[in-house]
T-cell receptor, first 111, second 113 residues
């Protein structure tokens, strides 16, 4: 199936720093989603994007749907310890209900 | 609101045994997805249903795996016989339909000895 390349694979940052991560695809997508997964739990939806160029915020999180429709970005401002977890992107093309998931970015926030 | 409910949360069993994982999707959602998550392969889609009908099962690893959705509020994923390489976290997710985000359960952590 489709593979989404997510980078970086892991990040170690100081509390208060801003975070940026991205996701790229070889195919055009119509929808991008960003999830966060805490240990022992399922991924939780953070932000959904439906239009190229769309910029959407959810608190300290901001995500963008790339103009080329082949990438998406997630930014976290002023990180806090509870931001620790694995962040996944997911994208969907023209047909079907299937979303393809990235490999995840593991975020560690050092107090 | 009740989210996606999966049971059991943990299962440890010996190889060769039959394993049945259960999922109750969010009420009103008409799409249901089964995923497997491992360190090596990440999150893999196994199968998904639309209106209780299997649409794409190309991710099901082999004939030992089967999934059913007898009604809109219940689905099972069965492994028979189980093997150690089936050890993983299995997630169920549901969605409202085309292009709508999926909402995940907390998963079943499966260990096959």
């Amino acid at each position: 199936g489709q593979q989404l390349n997510q980078s970086p694979q892991s990040m170690f940052i100081q509390e208060g720093e801003d975070v940026s991560m991205n996701c790229t695809s070889s195919s055009i997508f119509n929808t991008w989603l960003w999830y966060k997964q805490d240990p022992g739990e399922g991924p939780v939806l953070l932000i959904a994007l439906y239009k190229a160029g769309e910029l959407t915020s959810n608190g300290r999180l901001t995500a963008q749907f790339g103009i080329t429709r082949k990438d998406s970005f997630l930014n976290i401002s002023a990180s806090i310890p509870s931001d620790v977890g694995i962040y996944f992107c997911a994208g969907r093309g023209n047909t079907g209900n299937q979303f393809y998931f990235g490999t995840g970015t593991s975020l560690t926030v050092i107090p | 609101d009740a989210g996606v409910i999966q049971s059991p949360r943990h299962e440890v069993t010996e190889m060769g045994q039959e394993v049945t994982l259960r999922c109750k999707p969010i009420s009103g959602h008409n799409s249901l997805f089964w995923y497997r998550q491992t360190m090596m392969r990440g999150l893999e889609l196994l199968i998904y249903f639309n209106n209780n009908v299997p649409i794409d099962d190309s991710g099901m690893p082999e004939d030992r795996f089967s999934a059913k959705m007898p009604n809109a509020s219940f689905s099972t994923l069965k492994i028979q016989p189980s093997e150690p390489r089936d050890s993983a976290v299995y997630f169920c997710a549901s969605g409202e339909g085309d292009n709508q985000p999926q909402h995940f359960g907390d998963g079943t952590r499966l260990s096959i000895l």
